[in-house]
């Protein structure tokens, strides 16, 4: 029996091409939480970045936000996972020396790093996050546990990047960027944390995605739903693959379960 359900966001609850959650979507979990059923948020997103979600908002139990390195539930903390300091300062030099934009995400605040034209392409026009605090000066993030950082770089530049990292890791969920969290940090281990809180077995556990950054927590989730716009290498791990974020995925995937 199905327990609680954990939702990524962009292409997964909303769309890429609306910005939007369907109403399908909004009415599936209208009524899995009708029956008690727990919803959860799981995204790469720092959670002052999650402006898309209002229209659920009153359902959501909790989030896993920037890839497993902070879940919480209501004003309850529930696991924080910081990445090494001297390994965020070593980004920091580089994005310096190869002049690319990064999102630095702290446990209070975040600033993005040396934005350019680049950033306003893929935040500001495809996801549709406008306040990106680029003015916040650097020193004052740094000053906090840092979650995550998002440098918008080839896949060729992450490689080189990440041998510098040892005390991370590397998820793409967009091809023009990847989010760095501390090592062996994803969003299965903010599944774990919350469903452990909860005293919630993995087994009564749902996760949808279509992001690499997905993988581990489809893989860990009891069940696991790729929605058909995902990734081959996340379709590849799922226990289903539901129809796209804009053909009614979440909806068709709670039928095919019978959770709805």
Not at 148 to 172: D, W
Not at 209 to 233: E, F, L, P, Q
Not at 235 to 242: E, G, L, N, R, S
């Amino acid at each position: 029996m199905t327990k609680a359900l954990f939702f990524d966001i962009d292409g997964t609850l909303v769309s890429f091409n609306t910005h939007a959650i369907s109403e399908s979507a909004i009415e599936a979990i209208r009524q899995v939480k009708a029956k008690g059923i727990k919803v959860f948020i799981s995204t790469g997103r720092p959670f002052s970045l999650i402006n898309n979600l209002n229209a659920i908002k009153e359902w959501i139990d909790g989030y896993i936000t920037t890839n497993g390195a902070y879940s919480f539930i209501g004003n309850e903390f529930v696991a924080c996972n910081p990445m090494p300091r001297e390994e965020v300062e070593a980004v920091v030099k580089f994005a310096d020396e190869l002049d690319f934009p990064c999102m630095i995400v702290g446990e209070k605040d975040l600033t993005f790093y040396r934005s350019n034209e680049q950033v306003d392409r893929v935040f500001k026009q495809l996801l549709n996050v406008q306040d990106l605090n680029e003015n916040v000066p650097l020193e004052p993030i740094l000053a906090q546990r840092i979650l995550q950082l998002t440098p918008v770089i080839t896949e060729e530049t992450e490689k080189e990047l990440m041998q510098k990292l040892p005390g991370c890791v590397s998820s793409r969920w967009c091809p023009d960027f990847a989010d760095i969290t501390a090592k062996g940090i994803d969003k299965s281990v903010g599944l774990e944390a919350l469903a452990a809180h909860l005293g919630i077995d993995i087994s009564e556990t749902m996760a949808f995605g279509d992001g690499g950054n997905d993988i581990a927590i489809v893989k860990r989730a009891g069940i696991g739903v790729a929605m058909d716009n995902a990734n081959d290498s996340l379709k590849a791990v799922a226990d289903y693959i539901t129809t796209s974020v804009d053909e009614d995925g979440v909806w068709n995937a709670l039928k095919h379960f019978g959770v709805l």
